[in-house]
């Protein structure tokens, strides 16, 4: 009987030091692995032209995850990309990249204030979608399927192009008082491209630590 216990408890902590190294492999992999996605959903192409399979394809994948609000937003999106771009992915691959670009916005804001000092000014944030909402829904509200898309996800015309836009104006808000001080940080006479690139670079940084 004690033979068979000890037997037992040696397996017992083979098994546990097995465990700890995959666990170790698994976190230094982690990381790495975590910024190449970060950097490859940023890299996908534009949502290009869409019909109406994609689109009912995309809520019925919502629906099945059980999506709401801001997750369901981001997964259509990211449905969207990859449907019209012909790229594969299944569903988990959509739902995981839009999980990370959720993280990504979020990351952005945090250390634009945290870092840097900014914070997003509310007012100046309603001036811009003021200004710039209306001729993108001129130009893309002619195209019935957006209004289907709208529809579908239980929105008005307005609403739609509000939430799926939306952390566009949000960090343009930012940028007009972040971009200054990293042409202080980076270079001063750099591309704007190229700052907001590195910008990019320095939250996914930070994700990854």
Same mark, same amino acid.
């Given at each position: ?86 790229? +594969?992915?299944?569903? /988990?691959?959509?739902? @995981? #990249?839009?999980?990370? %670009?959720? $993280? *990504?916005?979020?990351?952005?804001? =945090? ?71 990293? +042409?202080?940080?980076? /270079?001063?006479?750099? @591309? #704007?491209?190229?700052? %907001?690139? $590195? *910008?990019?670079?320095?939250?996914? =940084?930070?994700?990854?630590?």
């Amino acid at each position: 009987m004690v033979k068979k216990a000890l037997m037992l408890l040696t397996l017992f902590t083979l098994v546990f030091l097995l465990s700890a190294c995959n666990d170790d492999e698994a976190t230094s992999s982690g990381p790495e692995e975590l910024r190449e996605d970060l950097i490859r959903i940023h890299q996908l192409e534009p949502v290009g032209e869409l019909d109406k399979t994609m689109i009912d394809d995309g809520i019925s994948d919502a629906e099945e995850l059980n999506l709401q609000g801001e997750d369901r937003d981001w997964f259509m999106f990211y449905h969207l990309i990859y449907a019209t771009t012909g790229q +594969e992915a299944d569903r /988990e691959q959509v739902y @995981e #990249d839009s999980q990370l %670009r959720i $993280q *990504y916005e979020q990351a952005w804001h =945090d250390l634009a204030s945290e870092r840097y000092g900014v914070e997003m000014d509310e007012e100046r944030l309603e001036e811009i979608i003021e200004r710039r909402l209306p001729p993108l829904q001129e130009s893309v509200e002619r195209q019935d399927l957006y209004a289907y898309l709208a529809d579908e996800l239980g929105y008005s015309l307005d609403e739609f192009f509000y939430n799926f836009t939306l952390h566009i104006y949000e960090r343009r808000a930012v940028e007009e008082e972040l971009h200054p001080l990293l +042409e202080d940080e980076y /270079e001063e006479d750099a @591309e #704007d491209e190229f700052i %907001r690139l $590195q *910008y990019r670079m320095e939250v996914i =940084d930070e994700m990854v630590s």
